[in-house]
């Protein structure tokens, strides 16, 4: 069976893909708001690449962090025969693929996790280019979705959320603000991280005092510092 796509282009910048599925036409009409055209598509792809890799990456962190391990070496390998990682068998997604799932060495199976992470890493990321285009927002909302991402696997992992990577994230998104909109931006930036911050502790300190054990983890009361 063969799909064929034809674009056409209106004066009404609204993109009309047509595709010829058995002889029939299919219609499909994508706004040109953030789908219209193949350069948002080419977008699309782009981020939702980025994305995968990064997501590949963030395994890596959301692993070796907690353990206080570098992010560098040892570099990527497999954890049963210690076999390292070729390139091609970095390749998010697609590797999993072709290997069957399996190392390429020991044949042990892979988890489906790895490319799953991935594959809604690259998602989000292409969620984020069609929410906010090409924008700071973009930048700030990239860095806060990769933060959730790490975390969300350190605490499963491990029920750890590293400060240092709340101290990293918080800075980058302050100097991206500062860069972007100047250093006038700094009081009100500072008053909203340090405001839900307060806030909460308040509630973690009412409530160790109630209960009388720990309500809230520190790592948790850190994170409104975001």
Same mark, same amino acid.
């Given at each position: 069976?063969?799909?064929?796509?034809?674009?056409?282009?209106?004066?009404?910048?609204?993109?009309?893909?047509?595709?010829?599925?058995?002889?029939?036409?299919?219609?499909?009409?994508?706004?040109?708001?953030?789908?219209?055209?193949?350069?948002?598509?080419?977008?699309?792809?782009?981020?939702?690449?980025?994305?995968?890799?990064?997501?590949?990456?963030?395994?890596?962190?959301?692993?070796?962090?907690?353990?206080?391990?570098?992010?560098?070496?040892?570099?990527?390998?497999?954890?049963?025969?210690?076999?390292?990682?070729? !390139? @091609?068998? $970095?390749?998010?997604? &697609?590797?999993?693929?072709?290997?069957?799932?399996?190392? +390429?060495?020991?044949? #042990?199976? %892979?988890?489906?996790?790895?490319?799953?992470?991935?594959?809604?890493?690259?998602?989000?990321?292409?969620?984020?280019?069609?929410?906010?285009?090409?924008?700071?927002?973009?930048?700030?909302?990239?860095?806060?979705?990769?933060?959730?991402?790490?975390?969300?696997?350190?605490?499963?992992?491990?029920?750890?959320?590293?400060?240092?990577?709340?101290?990293?994230?918080?800075?980058?998104?302050?100097?991206?603000?500062?860069?972007?909109?100047?250093?006038?931006?700094? !009081? @009100?930036? $500072?008053?909203?991280? &340090?405001?839900?911050?307060?806030?909460?502790?308040?509630? +973690?300190?009412?409530? #160790?005092? %109630?209960?009388?054990?720990?309500?809230?983890?520190?790592?948790?009361?850190?994170?409104?510092?975001?």
């Amino acid at each position: 069976l063969m799909i064929y796509p034809l674009f056409f282009f209106n004066d009404t910048a609204t993109t009309e893909i047509y595709t010829l599925f058995l002889h029939d036409a299919l219609p499909i009409y994508v706004s040109k708001y953030r789908l219209g055209g193949c350069m948002e598509v080419y977008y699309l792809i782009v981020f939702f690449i980025f994305g995968t890799v990064l997501g590949s990456f963030y395994n890596v962190v959301g692993y070796r962090l907690p353990n206080n391990m570098s992010l560098i070496r040892p570099a990527s390998h497999c954890t049963k025969c210690n076999h390292k990682l070729t !390139p @091609i068998e $970095l390749i998010p997604i &697609i590797s999993y693929v072709i290997q069957g799932g399996k190392c +390429k060495n020991c044949k #042990d199976k %892979i988890a489906i996790f790895y490319p799953i992470f991935e594959t809604i890493t690259g998602i989000l990321f292409a969620l984020t280019y069609i929410v906010y285009g090409f924008s700071i927002d973009t930048i700030i909302s990239l860095v806060f979705v990769s933060l959730i991402l790490i975390l969300i696997l350190s605490d499963v992992l491990y029920m750890v959320v590293p400060n240092i990577l709340l101290l990293f994230t918080g800075l980058t998104i302050l100097i991206i603000k500062i860069i972007f909109n100047g250093i006038s931006i700094l !009081p @009100i930036t $500072l008053l909203n991280m &340090i405001i839900p911050f307060t806030v909460l502790l308040i509630f +973690k300190l009412l409530g #160790d005092f %109630i209960f009388k054990t720990e309500s809230l983890g520190n790592g948790d009361i850190n994170f409104m510092l975001i």
